[in-house]
């Protein structure tokens, strides 16, 4: 099946300012019950799936604006005005299936991506795949080629946030679509 063309909507997440309040506990002898949660990705061949969703974490606004990039790798930094806070920051991440050596495009639905919560929104930009070298994503197609020779494969995204000064704290979240046209 040539020039099959698969198109994922993800979410990205990024969570603004928040305390929470860690209240003192009692021991006592008491027991719990947790429940735990196992998921899998199942891929088909010339489809793929998101395996992680974009976070760009907790941050501190201030009343400069600033930046959030998350690199593909994970790895989160700042510019400008912005304090950062935690570390549950995660680059997006897809998994799919071809043949080895096909041609791959990979592009954005839309140059413009904005994230909404009880303030102004953000917009995030300079999606960045994590190729070698890695490229920035756009509506315009980017070629790949699937070097696994059992035609898995998997790449992560990251993206640049840019928080206005004095962004009003609360959670902010959008969409965005990723397509990949199998060649």
Partial sequence: MRGA??????????????????????????????????????????????????????????????????????????TGGVTLFGNDQ???????????????????GSNSIFLYGPGTRMRARAFTIGSTPTAVLTTTPQVFRIAGPTGGFRFPVGATLDVNANQAPGTYSGIWTITLNYQ
């Fill in 5 to 78: 063309k698969y198109r994922y909507i993800a979410r990205l997440l990024a969570l603004g300012a928040s305390v929470t309040a860690l209240w003192p506990t009692v021991a006592s002898a008491q027991s719990a019950v947790e429940q735990g949660e196992a998921q899998v990705g199942v891929v088909t061949p010339l489809s793929f799936i998101q395996t992680e969703e974009l976070n760009f974490g907790k941050i501190f606004a201030s009343n400069a604006a600033g930046t959030v990039v998350v690199a593909p790798n994970g790895t989160r930094t700042r």
């Fill in 90 to 108: 995660q680059a997006a991440e897809f998994a799919g299936m071809g043949t080895f050596n096909q041609r791959v495009q990979i592009s954005l």
